[in-house]
């Protein structure tokens, strides 16, 4: 059975630092490409950045690049997203979510479990 917990949200003013981690269960880690995604109210969900399963290849969106730092612990079946310079706008849910086809994906709709995600508030 597939469990994906996301923890280490919280409150931090403008310019701090979080370090957010998906603890995973279920045996499908190390094959599956981890993806981080944000939703905050009355918008869409927007995709963060993915690191692909075996080679730990890294994407991110434009606008989070040199902030924001994914990784994944294939020991441990968790991964990571380091969040510095952390501004108003990053306030959001974030999700982490597994992609069966081990690459990791922009795209939402192409991912196949989800975490419940964590909630991230930054004050300015």
């Known amino acids: 059975q597939v469990h994906m917990v996301e923890s280490g949200g919280g409150l931090v003013e403008a310019g701090g630092s979080l370090r957010l981690s998906c603890a995973t269960s279920g045996g499908f880690f190390n094959r599956y490409g981890m993806g981080w995604f944000r939703q905050a109210p009355g918008k869409e969900r927007e995709f963060v950045a993915a690191?692909?399963?075996?080679?730990?290849?890294?994407y991110y969106k434009d606008s989070m690049k040199g902030r924001f730092t994914i990784s994944r612990d294939n020991a441990n079946d968790t991964a990571y997203l380091q969040m510095n310079s952390l501004k108003a706008e990053d306030t959001a849910v974030y999700y982490c979510?597994?992609?069966?086809?081990?690459?990791?994906?922009?795209?939402?709709?192409?991912?196949?479990?989800w975490g419940q995600g964590t909630q991230v508030t930054v004050s300015s």
């Open positions: 690191i692909s399963a075996r080679f730990g290849i890294t």
């Open positions: 979510a597994a992609d069966a086809r081990e690459n990791g994906t922009p795209r939402p709709d192409e991912y196949d479990y």
